[in-house]
């Protein structure tokens, strides 16, 4: 009688096979601020104003904003090696598929997204809470381990490539990497078409060496012609305060919480981030002072009001051109 022998599976084999899930998604674009990157991966809702999406659209963004990827990486209960360190892969088109002129252009920002972080527990943008996507001991690292682009910005063909080494994986966990990227816009194109971020590889490097099937994993960044300043002006207006001696540009801070009587200094920064040229705007006066009234709310936050702020200082005699990435 002939007996069918089964090869017996080695743990340098298994390790490649220890993880339960790995996840790649966008953080859903109306949950963070987008100057500095954010979101929560919390329990995978999907949706723009959820936890994340699987495709993103020009129309959410604006020319020099930063665009939050998340990664949710779930280790097997039991597996074969107690605690691993792995690579990812992840790779950004470069330049728009239709008309050149946008770019997925640098990766500024990875880390697992431990802490307050914004719509951490589902609670939408503006607020702060735990990633409940995250179930660990806390001690997992993330380091951009490699960043190129294989070619220049805005033109066909170029990716922007980076390898991500996260340790400390154990059993049972469940980690959520956060990848911020530039969205780069050239200087007087118009661009159109889409870009791309995909997770594109990934392998276990400790305790042994294999292979991890992610697959290749893509989210679709669609009409970028719809992009805030693809192709026109964008007029950017940012508000900071100082203490009354202190100077713009070196201690101005988003918030400053001061005793009453005592006079802040506010300062502004007028940007244009657009791909095209803005004229005939007016000059913004220097900083101005504010006197602080007791028995008055004296916490002073930069808020969204600062439009008004600066067009109350406008000086109606000059005018200035701003040219595209400029300020």
């Given amino acids: 009688m002939l007996l069918a022998v089964l ?9 490649g096979g220890d993880f339960a899930n790995t996840d790649f998604a966008a953080a859903a674009p109306y949950t963070y601020n987008h100057a500095t990157g954010g979101g ?4 995978r809702t999907v949706g723009d104003f ?16 930063t665009v939050t990827y998340l990664a949710q990486l779930i280790v097997e209960t039991n597996p074969v090696d107690a605690n691993q360190t792995i690579e ?11 008309q050149s002129g946008a770019a997925l252009s640098d990766i500024t920002y990875v880390g697992i997204n431990y802490g307050l972080v914004e719509n951490g527990g589902g609670g939408g943008a503006g607020t702060f809470g735990l990633d409940t996507g995250i179930m660990d001991d806390g001690g997992s690292t993330a380091t951009l381990v490699a960043e190129s682009v294989t070619g220049p910005l805005f033109q066909s063909g170029s990716l922007l490539l980076g390898t991500v080494q996260i340790d400390d994986l154990e059993a049972g966990e469940q980690v959520v990497l956060r990848i911020d990227v ?17 997770l594109d590889a990934g392998r276990v490097i400790s305790p042994v060496e294999e292979t991890i099937n992610t697959g290749q994993q893509t989210i679709p960044f669609l009409k970028v012609g719809e992009i805030f300043g693809a192709g026109e002006p964008v007029l950017q207006i940012e508000k900071t305060v100082a203490p009354a001696g202190g100077t713009c540009g ?9 005793t009453a009587p005592a006079t ?3 300062c502004y920064v007028v940007t244009n981030p657009g791909t095209a040229d803005l004229y005939m705007f007016a000059n913004v006066k220097r900083p101005h002072k504010t006197s602080i009234n007791p028995g008055k709310n004296n916490n002073v936050p930069r808020t969204r009001a600062m439009m008004r702020a600066v067009w ?7 005018c200035h051109n701003l040219l595209h990435n400029q300020k």
């Fill in 264 to 266: 802040v200094k506010y």
């Fill in 250 to 258: 070196v201690d101005d801070v988003e918030e400053l919480d001061v």
């Fill in 182 to 198: 530039l969205l780069a816009c050239n200087p007087g194109s118009s661009p159109t078409g889409n870009l791309q971020a995909q």
């Fill in 50 to 65: 959820e936890d994340v999406t699987e495709q993103l659209e020009g129309g959410e963004f604006t020319c020099g904003d």
């Fill in 312 to 318: 109350e200082r406008i000086n109606g005699t000059g």
């Fill in 40 to 43: 929560a991966y919390n329990d």
């Fill in 7 to 15: 090869p017996v599976a080695s743990s340098t084999f298994a390790a």
């Fill in 88 to 98: 990812l892969d992840f790779r950004f088109l470069a330049n728009s598929t239709g």
